[in-house]
């Protein structure tokens, strides 16, 4: 039970950041065993966001007032936006290795209904239930908003295999969903560099935000790639195959423009985490943030590889795979031994309560 009461949403940034890396196994250039070896981690990952689901859903069915604290704390409700983004690797894994089409439609549905539901709730409990400065601000904002671009990619996969009125809905929300997120990534990121400017970089715990920028603009530029490799052969039956042509060519400019954008912050959180090695860094869940941000900047690489014919882009998504799968090993192995000895179950959430019950305490001394 002390697992049920201390666990919380960042532990789903582990299924993010497993199946991602099991995505990129999945398309890596090479043998077939690479492929093979994609799939059983993305089994896995399977199990890993259904235990996860149990527990975090265990956590609201037996200390519901305890879970409820989660929106009035300032960092923590924005891992809620690991779910869905941890979901949507399950999505894509169900159309590259399983060819399983109406099951990923049905989790797709689920995946974007969530999504839209984390970039609405989380942001509004902002401006309502907590409290934040400019100099406390990092990356983790971006949480939430990023959910729906994710969505939005896997629309962009996910249509082709569709027929008909089905395809082209998930292209119309695939769209739609991109357009909840990117602008308001892209506003965040403004702020966020304002917030480096004036107060320098988090503290250590937080040396792992520096490198959720990178999601928003590889997710952004994978969701246009993909969407505009589906729009033609959707859009042309429809009589709009001029709009499927000018979609596709947006993509490819989109994408790329959106990833040498990300190439900028690439280079700035790796300058970032150069800058904290000295210091030394405190393992903690954060830590997988190093991962999926990267997993999705390198899968827009081998989408800009696939429709521009460019190697470099190849390369580009070969090397930085490695990368990936260096630092997966890493945090998998540290997070498994986190978990065994308990050190990881932590909620700081639970630090509101005592907060408010020690306030009343004193409140009612005389």
């Given at each position: 039970?002390?697992?049920?009461?201390?666990?919380?949403?960042?532990?789903?940034?582990?299924?993010?950041?497993?199946?991602?890396?099991?995505?990129?196994?999945?398309?890596?250039?090479?043998?077939?065993?690479?492929?093979a070896?994609?799939?059983?981690?993305?089994?896995?990952?399977?199990?890993?966001?259904?235990v996860?689901?149990?527990?975090?859903?265990?956590r609201?069915?037996?200390?519901?007032?305890?879970?409820?604290?989660?929106?009035?704390?300032p960092?923590?409700?924005?891992?809620?936006?690991?779910?869905?983004?941890?979901?949507?690797?399950?999505?894509?894994?169900?159309?590259?290795f399983?060819?399983?089409?109406q099951?990923?439609?049905?989790?797709?549905?689920?995946?974007?209904?969530?999504?839209?539901?984390v970039?609405?709730?989380?942001?509004?409990?902002?401006?309502?239930?907590q409290?934040?400065r400019?100099?406390?601000?990092t990356?983790?904002?971006?949480?939430?908003?990023?959910?729906?671009?994710?969505?939005?990619?896997?629309?962009?996969?996910?249509?082709p295999h569709?027929?008909g009125?089905?395809?082209?809905?998930?292209?119309?929300?695939?769209?739609?969903l991109?357009?909840f997120?990117?602008?308001?990534?892209?506003?965040?990121?403004?702020?966020?560099?304002?917030?480096?400017?004036?107060?320098?970089?988090?503290?250590?715990?937080?040396?792992?935000?520096?490198?959720?920028?990178?999601?928003?603009?590889?997710?952004?530029?994978?969701a246009?790639?993909?969407?505009?490799?589906?729009?033609?052969?959707?859009?042309?039956?429809?009589?709009?195959?001029?709009?499927?042509?000018v979609?596709h060519?947006?993509?490819?400019?989109?994408?790329l423009?959106?990833?040498?954008?990300?190439?900028w912050?690439?280079?700035?959180?790796?300058?970032?985490?150069?800058?904290?090695?000295?210091?030394?860094?405190?393992?903690?869940?954060?830590?997988?943030?190093?991962?999926?941000?990267?997993?999705?900047?390198?899968?827009?690489?081998?989408?800009?590889?696939?429709?521009?014919?460019?190697?470099?882009?190849?390369?580009?998504?070969?090397?930085?795979?490695?990368?990936?799968?260096?630092v997966?090993l890493?945090?998998?192995?540290?997070?498994?031994?986190?978990?065994?000895?308990?050190?990881?179950?932590?909620?700081?959430?639970?630090s509101l309560?005592?907060?408010a019950?020690?306030a009343?305490?004193?409140?009612?001394?005389p």
């Open positions: 039970m002390h697992i049920i009461r201390q666990f919380t949403p960042n532990w789903f940034t582990a299924t993010m950041g497993t199946g991602i890396f099991a995505l990129l196994l999945g398309q890596l250039p090479g043998p077939l065993w690479l492929h070896a994609g799939a059983a981690l993305w089994q896995f990952n399977i199990l890993l966001f259904a996860f689901t149990l527990l975090y859903t265990a609201w069915a037996f200390y519901p007032h305890e879970a409820a604290l989660i929106f009035s704390h960092v923590m409700p924005m891992f809620l936006g690991a779910i869905p983004m941890g979901l949507a690797t399950i999505v894509n894994g169900c159309i590259v399983a060819h399983a089409d099951l990923a439609l049905l989790l797709w549905c689920v995946d974007a209904a969530l999504a839209m539901l970039g609405l709730g989380v942001p509004f409990a902002m401006f309502t239930r409290t934040h400019l100099d406390s601000m990356g983790v904002w971006l949480l939430p908003i990023v959910a729906a671009e994710v969505a939005a990619a896997s629309a962009g996969l996910l249509a569709l027929a009125a089905a395809a082209l809905h998930v292209l119309v929300a695939g769209y739609v991109w357009a997120s990117v602008p308001l990534a892209l506003s965040i990121l403004v702020i966020l560099f304002l917030r480096l400017v004036l107060h320098k970089l988090p503290h250590g715990d937080m040396a792992a935000s520096g490198w959720l920028a990178l999601g928003p603009l590889g997710t952004g530029a994978l246009l790639l993909l969407l505009g490799r589906a729009a033609p052969g959707i859009l042309a039956p429809l009589g709009l195959g001029d709009a499927g042509v979609a060519g947006f993509g490819v400019i989109g994408g423009l959106l990833w040498g954008y990300g190439g912050w690439l280079l700035i959180a790796v300058a970032m985490t150069c800058t904290y090695l000295p210091r030394g860094l405190p393992f903690n869940m954060g830590w997988w943030g190093f991962i999926f941000p990267l997993g999705v900047y390198t899968a827009a690489s081998f989408a800009l590889a696939a429709q521009t014919g460019l190697a470099l882009f190849t390369w580009a998504g070969v090397a930085q795979t490695m990368c990936v799968g260096a997966w890493v945090v998998s192995a540290r997070t498994v031994l986190g978990g065994l000895d308990g050190s990881l179950f932590h909620s700081p959430c639970l309560k005592a907060n019950q020690d009343k305490i004193l409140a009612a001394a």
